[in-house]
């Protein structure tokens, strides 16, 4: 059998991915753990399916390992959930009015907190701190947010600001001294470059992206080209292919040089943070170099197994780090299968190919496969498909290994006077190029592809699936049939989609502190309910519709901003057909805001009755409340209060309320924009809505 630990590997991440995503319900572990035990014996005694009999038993044991860092490790943090606790300790990290502590309680019992305050309360990183904080699990509203992010990073609680201070910074530790030294560079980084150049220069090599501009970020994401800004293997692949050629002038003997080569990787996973996706790729060069050590053949698919084995085993909960899984699907592409798929495609020329037209194929299929591999997740996370990320990986990738190169040298010389000045130059030159050709893209090449819903999902992961048999399958006939299979399944999911769409209603809520927004969507026409006073809101806005293929807003409902000058909603009305507008006549519109309404008919709240798409009617009174039917179910909001979504029943299914507003009645479920309002009203169904983030559901329309 080729590989086994490639298959316990795989078995130990699947229940890794499981229990991560049913976390906490433990119930069903046991028996499951038993019925997957029970399986690997059955197919290791038939004798001729080992490696699924492998891929059972190592899954039944990763779920009761599961269980058991769940009991020892993550309950005691769970346990002070719903308690005012006094912590003491160091400001890890800092966030938009929030900071992750990591520090003790009073009995001493070591835990991270991730601290919810208000944004002028926000203190610098390394502060200590000493206060009372109101514990609560870590929460989310969508199963690929926050929730597994924290979990992942050992944080299983979040918390209200009830009083406390800070002081000086922390002494030095070797805990914090990764931290400091990259903050540290990240300063001397920014003294010597401009913005534009200096914040991509950190996130790049440093993997900081708090000084990157949002536009830029903006543009990477519209390309497909992010991955670039996670530092991962190809950074850390292309620098430590620089160490060695540097200490290659000095060193002779080649295992001293192996032996410095890895304590410059180690070096470098410390200094940009151990995120899950440097951590894999320098586990893989690490074993890379050990099987060197130990005169082997290094193997990319045993090393990525045991990188991933070791990294699940250490914690379980970064199989649901959405980083670490683009990490891995994006090497499989890359490492693995982009090789044998190149060599087939080359062997159908008669002719040996020349060296150019060699290389042009091998990057074509680097470039397909690692995006074959990661489109199924970024259609899961983010119901999208960016068509440019292949030609702009193509285009790009190049320059910005030009562009980390010199970056590389900016940050080892930066103190250097004259050769700071020289990189910093190289950095001005090929940053400068880069962006532009990026730009260059960002205008010519079509947008991403937006959609909600499975049908996205089922074709990309059927293409994926062609690409992978592809690669390993030596007859173009069966390729080709493949194709064909392929395209059948995902023209059925597409054309079953779009018929049951047609028969439901689409409902998007996000809070962004105390203004809410409200879409409801259905068969291309929408209304829009919110403050809309701010740019992220409307740029939001625009997204969601994009995502549900909305052409026309039948309304667009403008909340009082409470006296703050509305913003242009050019991003709405120049992108959508917009049928009608009503804002309150309080409302201070500036000039922008305006010209973006200008043509568009304009309603004032008082006694404002605007008809729906489906025969219903948007009813307006003066102070901004609103009142919409859709089919059985009725929509009440309550600007800067809540809004709540009920059935003409009694009995109220989902709210959604600011912290220090109670509703008007008991809910069965609230999504909370911050934390609960008070412990004597809590809910054991509340979940918070993190800032900026959504919960979409959907109703009937009969």
Known sequence: MKRPLCWISLGCFFAAVVFGYLYPADGWISPASALLGLLGLFFLLWGRTRPI???????????????????????????????NATLSGTVLETGNASFLLGGETEKGQSIKVQVWCSADMVPDRYQQFSGTVALSEITSTDRFDSENYYRSQDVWLQGRLLSGSFSGKASFSLRTWPGRLNDFLCQKIRSSLPVKYSGLVCAAILGNRSYLPDGQYELFRQLGISHLLAVSGMHLTLLSGLFSLIIGRFLRKSRAKTILFMAFVLFYMLLTGMRPSIARAGMMLLLSCVAQLILRRPDPPVSLSTAVLVMILYHPFLAVHAGFQFSICSTIGVQILAGPLSQKLLSLKKAPASQGF??????????????????????????????????????LSPLFTLFLAVSAGLVLFCAVPVLGSVFAFGVRLF????????????????????????????????FSAVIGYGAFQPTFRHFAAAICLAVSVSCAAVSTQAIIENRQIHCYTVAFDKKLLQIFSYGGHAIVIGHLSAQPQIEQAALELQRERVQTIDALILLPSGGNPRVSLSELTGHFSVSAVAFSSADNLSTQAAE?????????????????????????????????????????????????????????????????????????ALLCARHFWGTENQNPNSYLLPYGKGVRFRLSAG
Request: charged fraction near 10%; charge should be negative; hydrophobic fraction near 45%.
């Open 53 to 83: 009999s492998l891929f059972f038993l190592s899954a039944s044991f990763m779920l009761l390992f599961c269980l058991a860092f769940g009991y020892f490790h993550a309950a005691p943090a769970r346990s002070l959930a719903g308690q």
């Open 358 to 395: 060699s290389y042009l194929i091998r990057s074509c299929c680097t470039a397909l496969c690692g995006y074959a591999c990661a489109a199924p997740l970024t259609v899961l996370y983010d119901s999208c498909l960016i068509p440019m990320s292949i030609p702009a990986n193509l285009c």
């Open 431 to 462: 940053g400068g190029l880069f962006l532009g050709a990026a730009n260059c893209l960002g205008r010519i090449g079509p947008k991403p592809i937006f959609g909600s819903g499975p049908a996205l999902l089922i074709a990309v992961v059927c």
């Open 596 to 668: 973006s309404l200008a043509g568009i008919p304009a309603y004032d709240f008082d006694g404002l009755c605007l008809t729906f798409w489906q025969n219903n009617r948007i009813h307006l009174d003066g102070e901004g409340a609103v009142s919409l039917c859709i089919g059985s179910k009725k929509l009440l909001i309550l600007p800067a209060d809540c809004a709540i979504l009920y059935e003409e029943e009694p009995c109220w299914d989902l709210a959604i309320t600011c912290w220090d507003v109670p509703p008007p009645v008991s809910a069965d």
